[in-house]
C-alpha cells in the first residue's frame, strides 16, 4: 500500500513538473496586413516590433489580404521545424495563402542572433515592413 502511494505521488509530481515545462513555451502571433497604404508585420497590437523568440517557443503568422511569400536568410530547418515538430523541408522560403497562418517552432539547436526576413505580399506586388525590413531575433 506505501509503495502505491509513493508511486502515485511520484507520478502526481512528475506530471505538475512536465506541465510546468510546456507552459513556459510562447505562442507568439503576428499578422501581415495592410494598414493604410502599407503593408506590415505586426504584432496583436499592430505594432511593427521585432519577433524575439526563445528556442521551442511556437511562432504564428497570419497572412491578411493576400497569398504571402515568407522568405529567411538560410534553410528553414536551420531555425524551425513544424508546430508538431516534424520537419519543415530545406527551402527558404514558404507559401501562405491569404487567411492562413505560418506556425513554425523554433528549434531548440536554432542559431541565436538577429535575422532579417522578407514577406512578399503577391496582391500588390510589394513587400511587408516590420521593424523595417521585419526582424526575428532568437535568444
Known sequence: M?????????????????????????????????????WY?????????PIEANRNDNIEWTAEG???????PQELSVYFTKEDGSFVGEGYYIEVRDGDKLKLKVKNDAPLGRYVYSVLVKKDDTYAEGSSPPVLIIR
Open 66 to 72: 493576400s497569398d504571402m511569400v515568407f522568405q529567411f
Open 41 to 49: 508585420v505586426v504584432n496583436e497590437r499592430n505594432r511593427p516590433l
Open 2 to 38: 506505501k509503495k502505491t502511494i509513493t508511486t502515485w505521488v511520484g507520478l502526481i509530481i512528475l506530471a505538475m513538473i512536465s506541465t510546468a515545462a510546456v507552459s513556459h513555451l510562447a505562442i507568439i502571433k503576428y499578422s501581415v496586413k495592410k494598414i493604410d497604404t502599407k
